[in-house]
């Protein structure tokens, strides 16, 4: 197989409390894994690859729904090498998901997660179900994930483009991310 490795740097956005970003920019803090079993793409730490606005928006949406969660909707900004990434935006790893698919489904316990509305508990387990069995035959290890997101209502009668669309990387491997800094502006 011919992995793809990523040689591209990118600049991506984390939505989170104010108090979070500002520790990360002051401490040096890490930001956690997240490892919700409805994490689309996986076990990872979560960015949207150049959009500052849809980062703020989830900030935001988080702070109306858990208030003592997210205090002070805020945005973190990243400079991510995208290294050894699963990319769902090419075929090569569409066609392996595939395939780890059908595999998950002769080994997995019932019943099995399904995805419903943005609760994707079926592709988080496919993917944290297949990367690790792709890493251990192939002694190769992927750092990022990458993938496209549909989200939300059409942007006019009979599209297909949606409003809230985005790309975002699940970071697996957090030597991945170069650096973090304050976006000069949001929204």
Known sequence: ??????????????????????RVLQT???????????????SGIYFWEF??????????????????????????????QLGSCFDLLDTQHTDLLKLAHA?????????????????????????????????KAWRYKFQTVRGVFQEGQPVFAGSEIREKSHIQIAVRDPS???????PRQTN
Request: proline letters at 7%; a neutral charge; one cysteine or more.
């Open 51 to 80: 959009g500052p606005d849809r980062a703020m928006a989830w900030a935001e949406e988080l702070h109306r729904r858990f208030p003592k969660r997210i205090a002070k909707p805020a945005v973190l900004g990243a400079v991510i």
């Open 28 to 42: 040096g803090e890490t930001l956690k894994v997240s490892e919700n079993d409805y994490d689309w793409l996986g």
């Open 176 to 182: 991945c991310i170069l650096g973090y800094f304050k």
């Open 103 to 135: 595999d998950y489904l002769r080994s997995a316990p019932r019943p099995l997660p399904v995805n419903k509305d943005l609760v994707h508990r079926l592709d988080c387990a496919v993917i944290n179900f297949a990367l690790p069995r792709f890493e």
């Open 1 to 22: 197989m011919r992995h793809l490795d990523y040689q591209r740097t990118i600049i991506a956005y984390h939505g989170c409390d104010e108090a979070l970003a500002n």
